[in-house]
Each structure stands twice: as structure tokens, then as C-alpha cells.
């Protein structure tokens, strides 16, 4: 269940990364991390939420990751 709840002052600390996968063999291009507290991070294309048509509540951003990123990450945690 996915919920819209802030982080805890626990989370509050930068997460350690591990990299899942990556579209690319070096630089920086779109990519899955895992962190130490059962969550992922992703690096993509930002999008504002006025060109999207949203109202985000403060600390949440949206990020654009091609669809080849997600297939090639739940293969890497499966």
C-alpha cells in the first residue's frame, strides 16, 4: 500500500545507496538505487508539477525515468 506520509525523523538521514541497475555503463543517466531502509531512489529527468498539472506537498518532487529503467529494475530485485 502505497501512502503519502512525510519521513520520520529516523528517515530524516540521507539513505545509503545501493545501485540496482542503470541504462548506462558510466556518467550520469537515469537509474534505480536501493536504500538501507526498504525504499528505492531514482535518478531521472525532473518534471515540475506545474507542467504536469499537480499540486505536490512540500519535500516531494517528480522525476521522469524511461519505462526500460522499471522492466530492468524489478528483474534486478526479483
Known amino acids: ?5 512525510p519521513l520520520t525523523a529516523a ?3 540521507a539513505p545509503r545507496l545501493t545501485l ?5 555503463g558510466g556518467g550520469t543517466c537515469p537509474t ?3 536504500t538501507d531502509r526498504n ?4 535518478q531521472g529527468y525532473t518534471v515540475t508539477a506545474e507542467a504536469a498539472g499537480l499540486d505536490l ?4 518532487q517528480l522525476v521522469e525515468i524511461p519505462a526500460e529503467l522499471i522492466a ?4 534486478a530485485v526479483s
Open 57 to 60: 506537498p512540500a519535500g516531494e
Open 39 to 42: 525504499t528505492f531512489v531514482v
Open 32 to 34: 534505480v538505487y536501493r
Open 1 to 5: 500500500m502505497t501512502t503519502n506520509q
Open 20 to 24: 540496482v541497475t542503470t541504462l548506462c
Open 72 to 75: 530492468e529494475a524489478m528483474k
Open 11 to 13: 528517515q530524516d538521514a
